[in-house]
């Protein structure tokens, strides 16, 4: 009786244990807007709404290859990591957002407008500017070399852009850039390079839009094949997968960071829920361990 009621005991901890490592594997996303019958197809954020997507030839929808746009805000995963520029980040410019609801801004820190690779190392309303090289929609005159490259410190599937808003219109503004991903960032080989597809708009940025309207629209991008990773970006000024008509020739980037294929953080460890799951597991398993060793003696 004893050894039945330890092996079903091992077999709930065992249970547990597949549960804390699966919790581990999944994000759940926040309400995206559906579809045309969704109530907020036509909120207006800054100008422009889910509807503003779909006239630009996005599906807009909650399913999968659709283009999921919130009217929220982005969530920080657990131990968001920026990615960190490699070199001078091929930057054209750098800037301080002075005016979160007017767009006001500055040069660097209050200083003139160098180029310092660090504005782009976090999120603080300073940010680059990559000038782009391809004012074209041909992803074959891209050149992701010349874009600010940042390595994000792990295997990313997604990329995540925080990008600033120095003036109108959106959705342009917001998305005048293009995103590659690749573990060689030194080549000039454009086949060494993976091109990412907007997958997520966040229409209010990363603050509600009564803090701040300067971070614009925050916009997740991913790769076709959720097994493909690399520890690389590049956000390349305008280029083909920019939002048509361009109205600048360069883009300005606060941040960005590396996402897994489920919305992690690149090499985040378990959230606080699953440890104590994997905890709770590992001491059933433990006690009724002991309790047999005990009635054994």
Request: hydrophobic fraction near 40%.
């Amino acid at each position: 009786m004893a050894l039945n009621q330890y092996r079903k005991s091992l077999r709930i901890g065992i249970t547990l244990l597949g549960l804390s490592a699966a919790s581990t594997n999944v994000l759940a996303d926040p309400p995206f807007i559906t579809g045309a019958a969704d109530p907020n197809f036509g909120t207006l954020f800054q100008g422009a709404s889910a509807a503003t997507f779909a006239g630009l030839g996005f599906t807009v929808g909650a399913g999968a290859g659709q283009l999921h746009v919130s009217i929220g805000t982005f969530t920080d995963p657990a131990g968001l990591v920026y990615g960190t520029v490699l070199g001078t980040g091929n930057l054209t410019a750098s800037g301080t957002t002075t005016g979160l609801l007017n767009f006001n801004y500055g040069g660097y820190h209050g200083g003139s407008f160098a180029p310092v690779p660090a504005s782009l190392n976090a999120r603080a309303y300073d940010w680059g500017q990559n000038y782009g090289t391809n004012p074209s929609t041909n992803p074959a005159s891209d050149t992701p070399w010349l874009g600010s490259v940042f390595d994000l410190g792990g295997a990313a599937n997604k990329a995540v852009v925080f990008p600033v808003i120095d003036h109108g219109p959106l959705p342009q503004e917001a998305l005048e850039y293009t995103v590659y991903l690749t573990d060689t960032p030194f080549s000039t080989n454009l086949a060494d390079w993976h091109r990412a597809t907007l997958a997520e708009v966040y229409m209010q940025g990363w603050q509600p839009d009564n803090v701040s309207l300067a971070d614009g629209f925050t916009t997740v991008w991913t790769l076709a094949n959720p097994t493909d990773t690399f520890h690389f970006v590049s956000v390349q000024g305008v280029g083909s997968g920019a939002l048509a008509p361009y109205f600048d020739t360069e883009d300005e980037i606060d941040a960005v960071a590396g996402l897994t294929a489920q919305g992690r953080s690149v090499g985040n460890v378990p959230e606080p829920e699953t440890y104590a799951m994997l905890l709770a597991g590992l001491g059933l398993v433990g006690f009724v361990a002991r309790r047999r060793k005990l009635k054994a003696a």
